[in-house]
């Protein structure tokens, strides 16, 4: 089992910068082997991929925040981070933290459907005014 805690969301005007952390724990195998991603679900949308990082530290994007999100992740605090810049309003959704057990490319874990075994944090806030 693996537990994922997400922080570091909150209320931004437009045009400025957040990061979100996700502190995991309770697994037997490290974040390094895993599949790492970030979701995000709108009043109203279907949650959607928004980045993600694979073992092999490949990452992969949604188009809508290629150039302004970066990826990243600590494996020696099991933690990942995401870096949102030249935040929008329709940035404005709950993220979450994802972990799959495994995968083949990054973009498999950007992916709604999941080739392997996928967690859930429990989400944090972000809300970007205009």
């Known amino acids: 089992q693996v537990q994922l805690v997400e922080s570091g969301g909150g209320s931004v005007q437009a045009g400025g910068s957040l990061r979100l952390s996700c502190a995991a724990s309770?697994?037997?195998?490290?974040?390094?082997?895993?599949?790492m991603g970030w979701f995000r679900q709108a009043p109203g949308k279907e949650r959607e991929g928004v980045a993600a990082?694979?073992?092999?530290?490949?990452?992969s994007y949604a188009d809508s925040v290629k150039g302004r999100f970066t990826i990243s992740q600590d494996n020696a605090k099991n933690t990942l981070f995401l870096q949102m810049n030249s935040l929008k309003y329709e940035d404005t959704a709950m993220y979450y933290c994802?972990?799959?057990?495994?995968?083949?490319?990054?973009?498999?874990?950007?992916?709604?459907?999941?080739?392997?075994?996928?967690?859930w944090g429990q989400g944090t806030q972000v809300t970007v005014s205009s």
């Open positions: 994802a972990a799959d057990r495994w995968c083949v490319t990054a973009s498999q874990a950007l992916s709604r459907v999941p080739v392997s075994r996928r967690y």
């Open positions: 309770g697994h037997s195998y490290s974040m390094y082997s895993m599949c």
């Open positions: 990082i694979a073992s092999d530290r490949s990452t």
